[in-house]
């Protein structure tokens, strides 16, 4: 003889009635275009989540920054986030070589029209080259002004000219005023690009201190707000020059395609 069954039994033989019930007698017409409305909102889903995961644009720099000397230990930032938004930064060393760890502060935010950020850009992205290259043929004079200067002493020597020489420190005095108005101290010192890892708190780098010189940095955010940063330089290496060109041209592309696409999406949604 059966004893009585609980309610939480009689309740699932019920449910099991009639969810096969339900499975065995033909859908409605209604209940088909509920089905049918669900299975495509299902699949819309489905698109969207694989399609933003394999978005090669995510594959892009968020920002790029370039960095401008005040001393040693402080340089200004001016960061193009997007076509659109420029941000100032300042950024303190935070250890004696000045080279691998820093704080950064956002200080100015500027919501600006497309073109006056895309001219920023290649404004500061012109006068780096400028500098770099400078420097470069600077490095590559300087041995022949040496070697020059040592045969023109060499010369005067032999030919006994005391009179007409320059005292040293006229020489030294000339030399120092030309280093004050040198416009090569305006150029940004550095360059980095900033490619996302985690969100927005999270960025790897990629500096381009000189045109044959790379370093990777990561820009952690220490508040929620993302204001203020910490930079730590982990890797240096010493590249060919070609090589150096080859990466700041092709993160530069992926930037400015990731920001005309963006501006493109805005557009088409606007329609």
């Not at 017409?29 to 989540?49: C, G, P, S």
């Not at 950020?117 to 470069?136: D, Q, R």
Request: hydrophobic letters at 45%; charged letters at 20%.
């Amino acid at each position: 003889m059966r004893g009585p069954s609980s309610p939480c039994m009689c309740m699932q033989e019920y449910l099991k009635q009639y969810l096969n019930g339900i499975g065995w007698r033909p859908l409605s017409i209604v209940e088909k275009q509920y089905l049918e409305k669900i299975k495509h909102a299902i699949a819309e889903q489905q698109r969207k989540f694989y399609a933003r995961i394999l978005n090669p644009f995510n594959l892009s720099p968020i920002s790029t920054a370039f960095w401008f000397s005040v001393i040693p230990s402080i340089a200004i930032g001016v960061s193009v986030t997007s076509l659109g938004e420029i941000d100032i930064y300042i950024r303190q060393a935070l250890e004696p070589t000045f080279a691998n760890i820093f704080s950064a502060f956002i200080i100015f935010e500027f919501h600006v029209p497309y073109s006056l950020a895309f001219l920023i850009l290649a404004l500061c992205l012109g006068l780096f080259l400028t500098g770099k290259i400078n420097k470069l043929l600077q490095t590559a004079k300087n041995p022949l002004i040496t070697e020059q200067e040592e045969r023109l002493e060499a010369l005067e020597e032999e030919l006994d000219i005391s009179s007409s020489k320059v005292s040293p420190d006229v020489e030294e005095k000339h030399r120092s005023f030309i280093g004050v108005l040198n416009p090569y101290k305006l150029v940004p010192i550095s360059m980095t690009i900033f490619f996302p890892v985690f969100r927005d708190h999270t960025d790897l780098g990629i500096v381009f201190h000189d045109l044959d010189y790379v370093a990777i940095a990561v820009l952690q955010a220490l508040e929620p707000t993302d204001k203020i940063y910490s930079i730590f330089r982990f890797i240096h290496a010493q590249v060919p020059f070609s090589l150096v060109l080859l990466i700041m041209f092709l993160a530069i592309h992926l930037f400015l395609s990731d920001e005309v696409n963006k501006i493109e999406q805005g557009v088409r949604e606007d329609i």
